[in-house]
């Protein structure tokens, strides 16, 4: 066997699970990487500063297998099969006493699909065990999970890449196949942006909702080739028959899955959590949180990232009707602010957005959004005074003790309950906005690195 030095240096810049090892071949830690050379090594460098319980976990390695996956989704899973088959003892004791997330799939019509904590599983089970009944609030009363999975983050973030496949439902309704009000049910905004087939307002059969769960259960199971073996069969098999639409949806979900060795970086995956909003509702109620006259029917959100005063961008993101817009975003390059200056950078987006709007007698937003403060906001407005345009209704959403709403011309900020439709809308533009800077920010730095 050579020496783990050597095994260190000969380790692919690929996506995997790592596997330490003592003298005597005993698996004591399982973890997963993006770059398995870059983690691995991490791990023996002089300069490491390990916590006292990784430090001591790695002087005893002694050998260090791995196992590379097609992307960092596919590494994500296979960490958590081989933690609960292998059940190193240093994964249980850097747990810091926290449980590790599960991830669970409901046992129903139409299943539902959910993230809850290990220590819930285990009361589950020990109640069922005693002949009692533990259902932990907000979950369903029967359920299958999977896991655990050492980052809840991660898993999270995989989450809303497997629902763009799959298109399951992530909330408590309770439906039912002979409930024949379903088809008045009006479906949420996941539905409306392609992430749920929507069973609650029965705009998909059951059969062709159960293939979709099971294939996600194949997929959760290490069975990726052979689904997209079996798919690839499907979509034949429906073209061959002339079911065009059919075999186009199956096309697509062949592309989703082929793509998940695209996400190298499932922070580049995570967007922001898809919360099930009905857009109808949050637009009226957004009207009278704001006290609008008429409906909003444009919301447009603006946010700036920047990494140490470089690579400074600004993101645009448009909702319409309540429902992202992807073809109203824009990026911005910042292009005069040299420094550190959030402020700048907001009024040169806000300056190059409604300076074309108004040159192109183009109509303007009824809501801007703006990521920050009552000075964000003000910088905002200032600028659009500076160049004579007329503002939309403009507000700022601040993370500050919860979030705060600014309004324009209002000395304090409104502090709207957390659950309101209107406000949750608010933070789902305001987290899309953020998503999309730090996308643009990372890919101009990979281009700065690479160049």
């Known amino acids: 066997m050579p020496p783990l030095k050597d095994k260190l240096a000969a380790l692919p810049d690929a996506p995997g699970v790592y596997l330490m090892k003592d003298a005597r071949g005993r698996v004591l830690y399982v973890g997963k990487a993006k770059s398995l050379r870059s983690r691995v090594s991490s791990y023996f460098q002089p300069s490491a500063d390990h916590e006292p319980r990784i430090a001591a976990m790695v002087v005893q390695v002694e050998d260090v297998e791995t196992l590379e996956a097609d992307s960092e989704v596919d590494a994500l899973l296979m960490e958590a099969r081989l933690v609960k088959d292998v059940q ?45 009944t533990y259902v932990p609030p907000g ?26 496949i799959f298109r399951f439902r992530t909330c408590t309704l309770d439906i039912r196949e002979t409930d024949d009000k379903r088809r008045f ?61 059919v075999a186009a949806d199956v096309r ?3 592309h989703a899955i082929e793509g998940l060795r695209d996400h190298r970086d499932l922070d580049d995956a995570l967007e922001t959590d898809l919360i099930p909003l009905d857009p109808v509702k949050s637009v009226d109620d957004l009207r009278e949180l704001l006290g609008l006259e008429l409906r909003p029917r444009v919301i447009e959100g603006t946010d700036i990232s920047h ?34 200056d959030d402020y700048a950078s907001i009024r040169e987006v806000v300056r190059r957005r409604f300076t074309r709007l108004k040159n192109e007698e183009a109509a303007f937003p009824d809501v801007l959004m703006i990521d920050g403060g009552q000075a964000h906001l003000n ?48 933070q789902y533009v305001r987290d899309e906005a953020h998503r999309f800077a730090q996308n643009y920010h990372h890919i101009l730095r990979r281009k700065r690195t690479i160049g």
Not at 142 to 164: C, D, E, H, Y
Request: overall charge positive; glycine content about 8%; hydrophobic content about 40%.
């Open 88 to 132: 190193p003892r240093y994964n249980a004791m850097l747990k810091d006493d926290k449980s590790f997330t599960v991830l669970g799939i409901s046992q129903e019509e139409y299943p539902m699909v959910f993230l809850t904590r290990e220590m819930d599983v285990l009361a589950r089970q020990r109640a069922a065990a005693r002949g009692e």
């Open 139 to 164: 979950e369903p009363d029967k359920a299958s999970f999977i896991g655990p999975f050492t980052s809840s983050g991660q898993l999270r973030a995989a989450l809303k890449v497997f629902q763009r």
């Open 307 to 340: 990494l140490q005063g470089t690579d400074a961008v600004g993101s645009l993101v448009s909702f319409v009707d309540g429902v992202p817009f992807k073809s109203g975003y824009r990026r911005y390059k910042i292009r005069t602010v040299e420094q550190i």
């Open 185 to 245: 049910f009006r479906p949420c905004l996941l539905w409306n942006i392609g992430r749920c087939t929507a069973p609650c307002a029965d705009k998909v059969a059951r059969e062709a909702y159960a293939e979709d769960m099971r294939n996600f259960r194949r997929m959760l199971g290490g069975a990726k080739r052979e689904l997209l073996r079996d798919l690839r069969a499907k979509m034949k098999a429906h073209s061959a028959a002339r079911e065009y639409e």
């Open 252 to 254: 697509d979900q062949i």
């Open 379 to 426: 910088a905002a407005l200032a600028e659009l005074a500076a160049n004579g345009i007329r503002p939309p209704f403009c507000v700022g959403l601040a993370k500050h003790e919860g979030d705060h709403l600014w309004i324009a011309g209002r000395a304090e900020p409104l502090r709207p309950d957390p659950h309101r439709p209107g406000f949750r809308l608010l």
